[in-house]
């Protein structure tokens, strides 16, 4: 499948926990044929306590964080590796951070109810998201408006199906 741009293409894969982040994202990246970064496992020891114990990350506690994933990006450009990224991006200073490190990135949002996400979360075993953030997240969630760089999903589908359908709209834009 060719890619959606010929130097240099980073995707993020976004939505609150139980949207399929990963599941989307991981196979995407395998599809497109780059490097899938999972944005959880960059998430500091304290940020993974905190959500382990149940208490919701603050936007304090998201900010190195995001940093650090905005750095890949950018590492990711300047060696024109292009990536997919998994990261919940929750709001749209998230998502400006994000930015930060790849100014032309894709977002892929994953949307659903919370009737489906919840049950999502409360059927997978996560080594620290409890089912019991799920509203916070999605109190927190500002959903990204439509526009440009932007493709949003129902969850209702599946992986392939979401993954069929960005590949379609990434490949019309390049």
């Known amino acids: 499948m060719p890619k959606p741009h010929p130097e240099f293409f980073a995707v993020i894969v976004m939505g609150v926990s139980g949207c399929g982040k990963s ?4 196979l995407l990246a395998k599809r497109l044929g780059v490097e899938f970064i999972e944005g959880d496992q960059y998430h500091p020891v304290e940020n993974v306590a905190k959500m382990a114990a149940g208490e919701p990350l603050t936007d304090a506690d998201r900010h190195g964080w995001l940093m650090t ?5 950018a590492y990711a450009r ?3 590796k292009s990536v997919v990224l998994s990261c919940s991006a929750l709001k749209e200073s ?3 951070i994000l930015r930060q490190g790849a100014s032309d990135v ?4 994953l949307s659903g109810s919370f009737e489906v996400l919840n ?6 075993n996560h080594q620290y998201m409890p089912p019991s953030l799920l509203h916070s997240q999605l109190a927190t969630l500002e959903p990204p408006k439509a526009a440009a760089r932007v ?10 199906e979401i993954v069929d359908l960005v590949q379609v709209q990434l490949l019309s834009q390049a």
């Open 78 to 80: 300047g060696t024109k």
């Open 69 to 73: 994933l905005a750095e890949k990006l």
């Open 119 to 124: 049950a999502r979360v409360i059927a997978r």
């Open 94 to 96: 998230y998502r400006d």
């Open 151 to 160: 493709l949003e999903y129902d969850i209702t589908k599946s992986p392939a």
């Open 23 to 26: 599941t989307v994202g991981e």
């Open 106 to 109: 894709w977002f892929v949002y």
